[in-house]
């Protein structure tokens, strides 16, 4: 079969809008609240709040200012050891650095991708002064957040969750963002629902919200003139990015289910493959399928090297690998992306600690999987049509 690049190009995951932002942007417009107070700011915090179930959403300018807040209010300073995802996108960690901390990065497990359990204890047992952990939910699958969570607890430490990735995913009947003592969400273009940007700090804390609130309206003081006793930030959220959020939080779940219908797709459609989807928690945790990823058996990779910014492959018949597999998309004009490179990895971070059981697992996963296209606008055919240019690495 001769299979000719798609004339439009099929996007990892891209914006995908419904008509009610624009009417709320320009009520933002023509009532003139285009800074950062109004309706449209008021309604998301609330909309968001019954959502997550959750006392406090904080708008916020992105999911990395959240995750700035999120570390400030933990007490993270200079010098400060915190347990972090290891395998994750960087802005998960840079919040860390913002505020003088040192990352020590927890390897991943095989069940979720996420943070293990088990190398999280671990590293308590070998840093047992560490009073922080942040957790993401990679790619909308939720971690083990429950057990993640009883080890901060046993050693009274707080837990921040990056939910960017994972909002409206739900464990053990609750959604991810609820877990932790503060959590981060993320309405950046590329995420399940968008403001074009824009993020939110949840919390049951109200006082730690409304810390929040002061500092990331560049900490003024109860005075007439710019009065401060604290650093302040400009990190408050406007009321038109508002109106995008509030547009498409309706149609979350719709999002959620388009998403997912492409993950069983992928599933089907790669069932006499030698991959695997990337796994959840079935029994515990409903994914909100945000990326839907594959990693190829061991026995089927063929040589592939990477260097800090290059990849090469030594083709083999029967055998494909990633790169392979990101350049044949890319020649049909869609778009799949490598795995997170773990941040152990990172030359940025590369002296930094890394706590493995063992096997460096997120290396792993790097090495073999990879994010296919996973845009909610993609047709049953024109997914159908990415399979087949997928199997056709297997040849
Ligand atoms: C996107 C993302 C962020 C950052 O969110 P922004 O709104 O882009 O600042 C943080 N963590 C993870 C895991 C993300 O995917």
Not at 10 to 31: N, R
Not at 260 to 283: C, S
Not at 301 to 324: I, L, S, V
Not at 346 to 364: H, K, R, S
């Amino acid at each position: 079969m001769a299979l000719q690049p798609f004339a439009k190009k099929i996007w990892l995951s891209s914006p995908t809008m419904h008509g009610e932002e624009l009417e709320y942007m320009k009520q933002a417009y023509d009532t003139n609240w285009m800074s950062t107070l109004g309706e449209n700011l008021n309604v998301v915090e609330r909309l968001v709040c019954e959502k997550i179930g959750c006392n406090c959403a904080v708008p916020l300018t992105s999911g990395t200012s959240a995750l700035h807040m999120a570390v400030k209010l933990a007490g993270i300073g200079k010098g400060d050891k915190v347990f972090c995802t290891d395998m994750t996108f960087a802005a998960t960690v840079n919040a860390v650095l913002y505020e003088g901390g040192v990352p020590v990065f927890i390897d991943t497990e095989r069940d979720t991708w996420n943070m293990s359990p088990e190398a999280l204890e671990k590293a308590f047992e070998l840093y047992p002064d560490v009073k922080v952990v942040v957790c993401a939910h990679l790619y909308g699958t939720p971690a083990k957040i429950d057990e993640i969570k009883a080890v901060c607890d046993k050693h009274g430490a707080t837990l921040i969750e990056d939910a960017a990735e994972s909002f409206g995913a739900v464990y053990k009947g609750k959604q991810t963002g609820a877990f932790g003592d503060y959590s981060a969400l993320s309405f950046n273009g590329n995420k399940i629902i968008t403001g074009s940007s824009g993020g939110m700090l949840l919390t049951d804390d109200f006082e730690a919200a409304d810390k929040v609130r002061k500092w990331s309206t560049q900490s003024r003081e109860a005075a007439a003139w710019y009065q401060h006793t604290e650093i302040g930030y400009n990190y408050r959220m406007s009321n038109v990015i508002a109106g995008i959020v509030r547009g498409q939080l309706p149609h979350l779940e719709e999002h959620i289910a388009q998403k997912k219908a492409i993950y069983e797709r992928y599933k089907e459609g790669f069932k006499d493959l030698p991959v695997q989807m990337n796994p959840y928690d079935e029994k515990n945790s409903t994914p909100n399928f945000w990326l839907s990823c594959m990693i190829i058996d061991k026995d089927v990779m063929c040589r592939q090297k990477r260097g800090d910014n290059t990849a090469e492959f030594w083709k083999e018949p029967g055998k494909t690998c990633p790169t392979e597999i990101l350049l044949n998309l890319a020649k049909y004009n869609t778009e799949g992306r490598p795995i997170w490179k773990p941040m152990h990895l990172q030359p940025v971070y590369a002296n930094d600690q890394f706590v493995t059981l063992g096997e460096d697992v997120g290396a792993d996963i790097f090495e073999r999987g990879l994010c296919l296209p996973s845009d909610n606008k993609m047709t049953p055919d024109e997914q159908d049509k990415i399979i087949e240019i997928i199997k056709s690495c297997f040849k």
